[in-house]
């Protein structure tokens, strides 16, 4: 093990025992805890109460925060890529702009939780429950949704290139329509963007005219048929 190796493990575990620290002031004290634009890998927050915590511009990738309460917690334009948040509650968290990339939120509870332009590439969000949440321009990008329920969400702009939809539940959500299940097992779903319909499916996410002419190419009527439910639409 270099110097150089020792120096930084010796540094991140001074960082470690200050943040324990401010942790337990702020528990005991009934102080916020503030984190503004503090930078920390592997933390571990596991099963505590981070109740109005205040994360904005941190960076703590790797970190442990499952099972935790993150009630009101601010998380605005943090760094949380590969954490684990497994049935953490986010209810009312601030997440806008928050990177959560390959992050493990299975299970997790978001109630009020604003995740606008959040970055949720790659992450494990099976089983996870969204409830009157805003995630207006989020980015699912090869998500796994599978088993999720999503209630009352706006879906404006957000991308779900890639996205697991095995089971997942949408229920009286705007701007996404479940255009339901082809024959051959393919499930249709449509998101508004400001230029218009995107449709997923096997075909992967793309724009509606593209995916028409792809159909229309392919000559497949029932698929043809799932689109048109669009039009109809007010």
């Excluded at 986010?90 to 978001?110: H, P, V």
């Amino acid at each position: 093990m270099t110097k150089e190796t020792v120096s930084t493990k010796t540094a991140n575990l001074k960082k470690m025992l200050e943040l324990h620290e401010a942790y337990l002031e702020s528990f005991m004290c009934g102080k916020r805890l503030d984190l503004t634009k503090k930078s920390i890998r592997h933390v571990d927050f596991s099963g505590r109460d981070l109740n109005r915590a205040i994360f904005v511009r941190a960076n703590f990738p790797l970190g442990n925060f499952s099972l935790s309460d993150l009630t009101l917690t601010n998380f605005e334009s943090a760094n949380l890529g590969n954490c684990d948040f497994t049935f953490a509650n986010f209810e009312k968290a601030l997440l806008a702009n928050a990177i959560l990339r390959f992050s493990n939120m299975f299970g997790a509870i978001f109630y009020q939780t604003n995740l606008i332009n959040a970055d949720l590439t790659g992450a494990n969000l099976a089983c996870a429950q969204f409830y009157k949440s805003s995630i207006r321009e989020a980015n699912f990008l090869s998500t796994d949704l599978s088993k999720a329920v999503f209630y009352n969400v706006n879906f404006k702009n957000c991308n779900l290139i890639n996205t697991k939809l095995k089971e997942t539940s949408f229920i009286q959500c705007e701007n996404l329509v479940d255009l339901g299940k082809h024959s051959n097992g393919d499930r249709f779903i449509a998101v508004l963007h400001d230029d218009g319909w995107h449709i997923i499916s096997s075909v992967s996410f793309s724009h509606i005219e593209k995916v028409k002419e792809h159909f229309k190419k392919k000559k497949d009527i029932e698929a043809l048929a799932r689109i048109a439910i669009l039009d109809a639409l007010p």
